[in-house]
């Protein structure tokens, strides 16, 4: 669930194999629009683990770091009303080079710093911060990972993200969810 980065994750099913994949991302998606399209996107499908990318768009169009968690945490709500065992992974917003160059880092920080508290607190919610992977040992973006526009990732880069996301799914995912 979530915007376009996973959206555009066309490899994702063979990425993550063998687990049970269905991409209910969309573009352009930020979080007013997750809690928006809610009953649309989550429970038609019975998730046992939801995967969650958000909060990059809401970034781009200059929402405070605060709004963004809060909605979270009201999606979040939304995940446990429909079914309490479903369990949520939380994906930390990608430090890429367009949020570098638009000086957008401290506010992708900022929520990723909150979506780790938020898995602190909340049960059956978990944080996986996948820009190591994404990032030289200084802390730069690995622009080789990126297409053009300096966000959304090459294959490469959708390789080395789930080298940190597949073994937080495989850690998360329960053997006995609905499928």
Not at 19 to 31: D, E, I, Y
Not at 80 to 109: F, H, N
Not at 142 to 167: C, I, R, S, W
Request: aromatic share 10%.
């Amino acid at each position: 669930v979530g915007s376009s980065i996973f959206k555009r994750w066309t490899n994702a099913v063979i990425d993550l194999a063998p687990l049970p994949v269905t991409n209910r991302a969309f573009g352009g998606s930020q979080t007013f629009h997750q809690l928006t399209f809610f009953d649309q996107v989550v429970p038609p499908c019975r998730p046992g683990l939801i995967v969650w990318y958000c909060g990059s768009n809401d970034i781009k169009g200059k929402k405070e770091s605060s709004s963004v968690l809060q909605r979270t945490e009201e999606w979040l709500g939304k995940v446990t009303q429909a079914d309490q065992t479903t369990r949520v992974l939380l994906v930390s917003v990608i430090r890429s080079p367009q949020k570098r160059r638009d000086g957008q880092l401290e506010a992708v920080d900022a929520v990723n710093l909150g979506y780790d508290e938020l898995s602190r607190k909340k049960d059956g919610v978990f944080y996986v911060d996948v820009n190591p992977a994404l990032q030289t040992s200084e802390g730069e973006s690995k622009v080789e990972l990126y297409v053009a526009d300096g966000l959304h990732f090459n294959v490469k880069g959708y390789h080395q993200m789930t080298t940190l996301l597949k073994p937080a799914i495989e850690k998360y995912w329960k053997k006995e969810t609905k499928l």
